[in-house]
T-cell receptor, first 112, second 113 residues
Framework: DTAVSQTPKYLVTQMGNDKSIKCEQNLGHDTMYWYKQDSKKFLKIMFSYNNKELIINETVPNRFSPKSPDKAHLNLHINSLELGDSAVYFC???????????FGPGTRLTVL | DQQVKQNSPSLSVQEGRISILNCDYTNSMFDYFLWYKKYPAEGPTFLISISSIKDKNEDGRFTVFLNKSAKHLSLHIVPSQPGDSAVYFCAASEETSGSRLTFGEGTQLTVNP
C-alpha cells in the first residue's frame, strides 16, 4: 500500500533518447509535484499540478513535459536527453496547496 | 541564490545525546518551515513543521525552534538514536507561492551507538 510510487526506480539511457517516468499516489491528494535532486544534493521543484492543472512551472527546459491524466498520476516525459539530465527525480503529493508533501522513492536517471 | 542554507554538511553525535541541526534562510516572506528526513535510496519523509506565528513546535523527541529575527531555525532531537542517522533537509515556503517548497542542501546526521 505504497502512498507515492514511481517507476522505474533506475533508468539508464543514451543521450538523445526520449524517456518517461511515471508517478502514482493513492492518498487522494489534489496536488502533485516533480523535484530534481542534482549531484550537489539540492532538491529543486520542477513542476506542480493541482487537480490536473499546471500551477508551478520552474525554469525547466521545454524538453521536460509533465502530463497528468488524472489527479492520482503525474508523469514526466523527457525528450532528447542530455548528460546534465542525470539526477534523481522525486515525485511528491500533498493536499490541495498544502505544505506537507509526501515523496516517492525517487528515480535515478543516468544519461550516458 | 540559495534562499535556504544548511551550513553543516554533516553532524556526528553519540546515542542518547542531543542532535541539533541548523538552518538559515534569507527570504523574509517565508512563513512556513518544515524538516524532512531522508534515508539512502528512499524519498524524503516529513518530520515536523512550524508556522511563522510560533517559535517552537514539539513532537516527541523532535522539537523545531524558529527565530524569525535571525532568520534561523533548528531541529533538536533528544535523545538521539542510531535509527535517526539520515540526511535531514530543511524546507521553507511562503503562502503566496502556494505549495512551492525551497529546500536546503541537507545535513547528514550520524548517531553512533
Amino acid at each position: 500500500d505504497t502512498a507515492v510510487s514511481q517507476t522505474p526506480k533506475y533508468l539508464v539511457t543514451q543521450m538523445g533518447n526520449d524517456k518517461s517516468i511515471k508517478c502514482e499516489q493513492n492518498l487522494g491528494h489534489d496536488t502533485m509535484y516533480w523535484y530534481k535532486q542534482d549531484s550537489k544534493k539540492f532538491l529543486k521543484i520542477m513542476f506542480s499540478y493541482n487537480n490536473k492543472e499546471l500551477i508551478i512551472n520552474e525554469t525547466v527546459p521545454n524538453r521536460f513535459s509533465p502530463k497528468s491524466p488524472d489527479k492520482a498520476h503525474l508523469n514526466l516525459h523527457i525528450n532528447s536527453l542530455e548528460l546534465g539530465d542525470s539526477a534523481v527525480y522525486f515525485c511528491a503529493s500533498s493536499q490541495a496547496l498544502g505544505n506537507e508533501q509526501f515523496f516517492g522513492p525517487g528515480t535515478r536517471l543516468t544519461v550516458l | 541564490d540559495q534562499q535556504v542554507k544548511q551550513n553543516s554538511p554533516s553532524l556526528s553525535v553519540q546515542e542518547g545525546r542531543i542532535s541539533i541541526l541548523n538552518c538559515d534562510y534569507t527570504n523574509s516572506m517565508f512563513d512556513y518551515f518544515l524538516w524532512y528526513k531522508k534515508y539512502p535510496a528512499e524519498g524524503p519523509t516529513f518530520l515536523i513543521s512550524i508556522s511563522s506565528i510560533k517559535d517552537k513546535n514539539e513532537d516527541g523527541r523532535f522539537t523545531v525552534f524558529l527565530n524569525k529575527s535571525a532568520k534561523h531555525l533548528s531541529l533538536h532531537i533528544v535523545p538521539s538514536q542510531p535509527g535517526d542517522s539520515a540526511v535531514y533537509f530543511c524546507a521553507a515556503s511562503e503562502e503566496t507561492s502556494g505549495s512551492r517548497l525551497t529546500f536546503g542542501e541537507g545535513t547528514q546526521l550520524t548517531v553512533n551507538p
